[in-house]
């Protein structure tokens, strides 16, 4: 195997340059075992929940800085930098493995069901088909009967109040 030793992303031994650096480094055989190589990027929570699985399956890591975030940072007080996790390449198989059991790298062809909708009829269905819009009167007829629900129950909470206190008082 071989890997680009600018962004420790690994490659075949066929492969002659790294297609992910603008400058097309080229490829170093990995001779050692503990070569850090890269696993895949993530951010934020991301970053956190794969550090935590490779971390239980005590499976060393780091996180390399690969494109800073400044704005979401000073407005949400939240890192939301790109990072690349780094592993020995000894543990690569094996972090991948768990990279793919919590989700955090798809394969080519998995497919993911989020939704009930997608199980059922495979059919999203969007918020113009699911509710038809209102006419000005129908909404006009809505509020007033609100309003007239509202001041009813007020009424009743008012007058079950009076009522209560005077079954106490009658008791005493």
């Known amino acids: 195997m071989k890997y680009c030793n600018k962004c420790k992303r690994i490659y075949n031994d066929e492969d002659l340059v790294c297609e992910n650096c603008k400058n097309k480094s080229k490829l170093l055989p990995i001779k050692d075992d503990n070569t850090p190589v890269n696993l895949l990027t993530a951010e934020g929570f991301e970053l956190k929940r794969v550090q935590s699985a490779l971390e239980d399956a005590g499976i060393p890591n780091d996180a390399e800085l690969c494109e800073h ?12 930098s790109k990072y690349n996790v780094l592993v020995p390449y000894s543990a690569y198989e094996q972090a991948y493995d768990i990279c793919v059991g919590i989700g955090a790298i798809k394969l080519d062809d998995e497919q993911i069901v989020d939704n009930e909708e997608n199980i059922t009829d495979n059919k999203a269905i969007s918020n113009d088909e699911q509710f038809e819009p209102m006419s000005r009167a129908k909404r006009t007829t809505v509020r007033v009967v609100t309003a007239l629900l509202f001041l009813g129950l007020v009424a009743l909470a008012v007058f079950g109040t009076d009522f209560i206190m005077n079954l106490i008082k009658g008791l005493f």
């Open 69 to 80: 975030n400044y704005s979401v940072s000073a407005v949400t007080g939240y890192d939301q």
